[in-house]
C-alpha cells in the first residue's frame, strides 16, 4: 500500500512539474546568492514599469526605485522624505513643501523643485486617477519650495503625494523609456533591466542621498503562482517571499532559517457589482450578500488569515466597524425569501433561479490569479450561492486583464484587494470606489448623498467630524448593498534569517528599502 | 465464442486490461449511485478533512467529499477522451484516405494543412486555441482535436498509397468499381487495424493532454469535478492536505495504464493475426 502511495505521490509531483513548465516556459537555472545580491519572489501585476500607468507606481516603490516627497512610517504615520517639511496656510488651501536639496537622480541628475513640479503635473495629466485624490489648482515654485494650491480645502494632500502614483521621476530624461528601462527616480536602487512577467534587475543607486546602499544588485523575481514561490523559498532560490498565506506557515514549521512576519493588514476584499447588469436590482445585490457565509471562509477556508468583511473600512482601522448596522449579515433563508418575493424562480428547474421576466441569470464572477485567496473566495462565494439558486460563473484572468474588464465595465461581479487607507485615510479610498462618477466606479453605484458626504469629507480637517462622515457613508454604502466585503486580510512575509532589515509597513508601498541586508 | 474466451484466457494482459477498462466505465456510467455524497455540495466546515470513515479520501478546501468528486471526475475524463478520440480517429481517418487516395491537389491541400499544424508545438498550440475560444472543456476538446488529427491523416494517407499499388486495387479499378466502394470495401478494411491500434495507445496521452489544459486553467472550470482541474486546486495544499493530489493523481494514474495496457495487447493481438 504505502508503495503505492508513494508512486502516487511521485505521479502526481511528475504531472506537476510537467504543468509547471509548461506553465511558465522560462525556467532559468536558480539564481546564485552570493553575498551582495538578494533574490526576492514576489507576485507582480505590473506589464511595464511607468509610475502613471494604472497602479504600477506601486511596483516602482515597493522595489526601491521610486521615493515620493513623503512616506509612511510604520505605524502609518507620515514622515519627510525628499521634502524635509511641510505647513499649510491658514484658509486651507495653500500647501507648501520645503524640497529636500543635494538629492540626485540615479542618472546623477540634481533633484530641483521646477523637476519635482513637472513630475507631479506629469502623474496628474498622465493618470485620471489622481485628481480622485485632490484637485491642483496651481503648483507653482517658490526658492525651494513647493506651493500646491487647491481649489477647495483638502486634507489628505501630504498623505495623497505619499502614494506611488506622486513618485519623483527626472522628467528631464527620457521619459519614454520609464515603461521598458525603469524610471529614473530618487530610490536607493535603480532599474537594470526588466522583464515583465519574468524578473526585474535592480542596481544599487550611486547617486542615493540618505547614506550607502548596502546591496549591489537585488532580483525580483516574478513567482505568480504561491505554491511555486513557496518551494522556491525552501530551496533557498529566493531568499525573501511576498504573499504567502496561512497554508505555508505550516510548510515552513521545522524550516528554521526561515522566519516570518505578519500584519493584521489594512488591505480588503471585496467584489464589485455592476448595476449595468441584472445586479441593478437591488434585492438581488441583497439576497447575494444574504448568501455568502463569509464568517466560514475567513475562518475555516482562510485558516484565519482575514477577518470576516461587512463594511468598507476594516476594523483594524477605527471607524467605527463595531458600530455599524449591516442588514444583509449571513442568513441563506432570508436570502431566498427575498429572491422569491422579487420575483426570482426557478422555472425550468435547473436547481438556478430565472430573472423575473423569465431569462436565465448567469452572473459572471471575474478574479485574478496571483492572489490564492481570491479563488477560494469565488469558489466559496459560487458553492455558496448555488444553494439559494443563484448561478455564478467564474472567469479567472490575469491582474492586467482584470484591470481592463474594470475600465470597460464587463463583469457582474469582479473581485478587489486593495490598501483601505492608501493615503492614510480611508477618503481617497471611498471616493475612487463609490464616487458615482469616480474613473474607478465602473459599476454603475450612484447614490447621491454619498457624493455629498464624500465631498464633505474632502473640505473637512477635524478628526472627530471626518469619523462621523467615514461612518457614515459607509452605512449608506452598506445599505444600499452595493458591493460585497469579502475580508480583511492578514498580511505574511517569510524570509531567509540571512537577510536583515525587512520590515511589513502597513501601507504596503515599501518592500526593498535601504534597511534591507545581509547579516 | 468459445474462441473469444479462449483467447481471453490465454492473453492475461488484454484480460485484466478489459476487465479494468470495465469497471472504469461502470464507475462512470454510475457515477450517481456510487458516490457517497454529491460531488458540488460544499461543507465548509470540513474544509481539508484528512481522510477518515466518513470522507474515506478527505475534503477538498471547500469540504466536498474527494471521493465523490473523483468518481465523477470519470466522466469529465473519460467522457471527453472517448469523444475526442472518436473525432480525431474518424476526421483524421476520412481526410487521409481522401489525401491517399485522389493524390494531386487535394492531397497537397490536405497535407499542407497538416504540415502547419505540425509545425507548432502541440500542447502550445492547444493552449493557444483554448485561450482565444475561451477556457472551458469542449474548447480544450476542440483544440486538442485542431492539433492531433495530423497524426492520424498521415497515418492513413501512407497506408492507402501502399493498398493503391497492390493487385486486388488495380483489379477493381479494371473492373470499374466506384471510388465510393473502393474506399469503403477495399481500403478502409485494410487500414482499419493499424489505425484502430494507434487510436488505443493514444487514449492514455490524449487523456492526459485534456488534463493538462485544465491543469493550466484551459480546460475544465470550478467548480466541475475534473481531475487535472483538481490537481490544480490541490497544488497549494500539497504540505498540508497531501490526499488533494494523490488521489486524483492516483486515479488518472490507473486509467491511463489501463487505456496503454489494453492499447498494447489489441495492437499484439492484431500483429499476430496478420
Known amino acids: 500500500m504505502k508503495k503505492w502511495v508513494n508512486r502516487g505521490i511521485a505521479a502526481a509531483l511528475l504531472i506537476m512539474g510537467i504543468g509547471g513548465l509548461a506553465g511558465c516556459g522560462n525556467e532559468k537555472e536558480a539564481a546564485k546568492s552570493d553575498e551582495k545580491n538578494v533574490t526576492i519572489g514576489v507576485t507582480s501585476f505590473a506589464d511595464t514599469l511607468e509610475p502613471t500607468e494604472q497602479y504600477f507606481g506601486w511596483v516602482v516603490s515597493r522595489y526601491g526605485v521610486g521615493e515620493n516627497l513623503v512616506r509612511f512610517d510604520k505605524d502609518g504615520k507620515i514622515e519627510p522624505c525628499l521634502s524635509e517639511e511641510w505647513f499649510v496656510s491658514d484658509d486651507e488651501l495653500t500647501w507648501s513643501f520645503t524640497i529636500r536639496e543635494d538629492v540626485k537622480f540615479s542618472n546623477g541628475n540634481e533633484m530641483t523643485p521646477e523637476i519635482v513640479k513637472a513630475s507631479l503635473e506629469r502623474s496628474f495629466k498622465l493618470n485620471s486617477r489622481g485628481e480622485t485624490f485632490f484637485k491642483p489648482e496651481s503648483i507653482e515654485v517658490k526658492d525651494n519650495q513647493l506651493v500646491i494650491k487647491t481649489e477647495k480645502p483638502s486634507a489628505v494632500v501630504p498623505g495623497s503625494l505619499a502614494d506611488p502614483l506622486f513618485l519623483i521621476v527626472d522628467t528631464t530624461a527620457d521619459t519614454d523609456t520609464f515603461a521598458k528601462d525603469g524610471p529614473i527616480c530618487t530610490g536607493p536602487y535603480a532599474v537594470k533591466k526588466f522583464n515583465p512577467t519574468e524578473d526585474c534587475e535592480l542596481v544599487k543607486n550611486e547617486h542615493y542621498w540618505d547614506g550607502e546602499v548596502p546591496l549591489d544588485t537585488v532580483t525580483m523575481k516574478c513567482i505568480d503562482d504561491q505554491a511555486t514561490r513557496s518551494m522556491a523559498l525552501q530551496n533557498g532560490e529566493i531568499q525573501v517571499a511576498y504573499n504567502l498565506k496561512t497554508e505555508n506557515l505550516e510548510e515552513f514549521k521545522k524550516q528554521d532559517d526561515i522566519k516570518n512576519m505578519k500584519l493584521e493588514s489594512l488591505r480588503s476584499t471585496y467584489s464589485f457589482m455592476n448595476q449595468n447588469g441584472p445586479l441593478k436590482d437591488l434585492k438581488l445585490r441583497q439576497a447575494l450578500i444574504r448568501g455568502l457565509d463569509r464568517e466560514t471562509y475567513t475562518k475555516k477556508l482562510l485558516k484565519g488569515g482575514a477577518t470576516p468583511g461587512k463594511a468598507p473600512i476594516p476594523p483594524t482601522l477605527d471607524f467605527g466597524f463595531d458600530e455599524l448596522k449591516d442588514e444583509n449579515a449571513y442568513d441563506p433563508a432570508s436570502a431566498k425569501k427575498i429572491l422569491a418575493e422579487a420575483g426570482f424562480k426557478d422555472t425550468d428547474d435547473d436547481g438556478f433561479v430565472e430573472m423575473p421576466d423569465g431569462k436565465p441569470l448567469e452572473l459572471e464572477f471575474v478574479i485574478y490569479t496571483s492572489r490564492e485567496e481570491l479563488n477560494i473566495y469565488a469558489q466559496a462565494a459560487q458553492a455558496n450561492l448555488k444553494d439559494i439558486g443563484i448561478n455564478v460563473k467564474l472567469n479567472t484572468v490575469s491582474y492586467e486583464t482584470l484591470l481592463d474588464m474594470r475600465d470597460s465595465g464587463s463583469f457582474d461581479m469582479l473581485i478587489w484587494n486593495v490598501l483601505v487607507a492608501n493615503t492614510g485615510d480611508p477618503e481617497n479610498y471611498l471616493r475612487e470606489n463609490w464616487y458615482s462618477s469616480s474613473p474607478s466606479n465602473q459599476a454603475g453605484y450612484k447614490n447621491e448623498k454619498v457624493d455629498k458626504l464624500i465631498d464633505e469629507l474632502a473640505v473637512t480637517f477635524e478628526e472627530d467630524k471626518r469619523r462621523d462622515l467615514d461612518i457614515e457613508i459607509q452605512q449608506l454604502i452598506m445599505d444600499d448593498a452595493a458591493t460585497v466585503f469579502f475580508g480583511y486580510e492578514t498580511t505574511y512575509l517569510f524570509y531567509s534569517d540571512q537577510v536583515t532589515g525587512l520590515e511589513l509597513y502597513p501601507m504596503d508601498y515599501y518592500w526593498l528599502t535601504k534597511d534591507v541586508k545581509f547579516k | ?54 470522507n474515506k479520501f478527505g475534503t477538498d478546501k471547500l469540504g466536498r467529499d474527494l471521493l465523490s468528486r473523483i468518481i465523477f471526475g470519470t466522466r469529465a475524463s473519460l467522457g471527453s477522451t472517448v469523444i475526442m478520440v472518436g473525432i480525431i480517429f474518424i476526421l483524421g481517418t476520412f481526410l487521409g484516405i481522401l489525401a491517399g487516395f485522389f493524390g494531386g491537389w487535394v492531397d497537397h491541400v490536405i497535407m499542407r494543412l497538416a504540415d502547419m499544424m505540425i509545425s507548432f508545438p502541440g500542447l502550445v498550440l492547444a493552449i493557444a486555441i483554448a485561450g482565444v475560444l475561451g477556457p472551458n472543456l469542449v474548447n480544450a476538446v476542440i483544440a486538442i482535436t485542431a492539433v492531433s488529427w495530423t497524426k492520424y491523416a498521415r497515418l492513413s494517407r501512407s497506408l492507402v498509397l501502399r493498398i493503391n499499388e497492390s493487385l486486388f486495387m488495380k483489379a477493381a479499378l479494371v473492373t470499374g468499381t466506384s471510388n465510393r466502394r473502393l474506399m469503403s470495401h477495399y481500403i478502409l478494411p485494410n487500414i482499419f487495424p493499424p489505425m484502430l491500434i494507434t487510436a488505443m495507445t493514444d487514449m492514455g496521452t490524449l487523456m492526459l493532454e485534456i488534463a493538462a489544459l485544465s491543469f493550466l486553467g484551459f480546460g475544465a472550470q470550478a467548480p466541475a469535478p475534473e481531475w487535472g482541474l483538481m490537481l490544480n486546486e490541490g497544488r497549494t495544499y500539497l504540505t498540508t492536505a497531501p490526499w488533494l493530489m494523490i488521489y486524483p493523481g492516483l486515479a488518472m494514474v490507473i486509467v491511463v495504464v489501463t487505456f496503454n495496457l489494453l492499447g498494447d495487447s489489441v495492437s499484439d493481438l492484431l500483429d499476430t493475426q496478420n
Open chain 2, 1 to 54: 465464442m468459445k474462441r473469444r474466451l479462449a483467447l481471453l484466457k490465454t492473453n492475461r494482459q488484454l484480460t485484466i486490461s478489459l476487465v479494468l477498462l470495465i469497471i472504469i466505465l461502470l464507475v462512470a456510467v454510475f457515477a450517481e449511485q456510487l458516490a457517497p455524497f454529491d460531488p458540488l455540495s460544499a461543507d465548509m466546515n470540513k474544509s481539508l478533512t484528512a481522510p477518515n470513515s466518513l
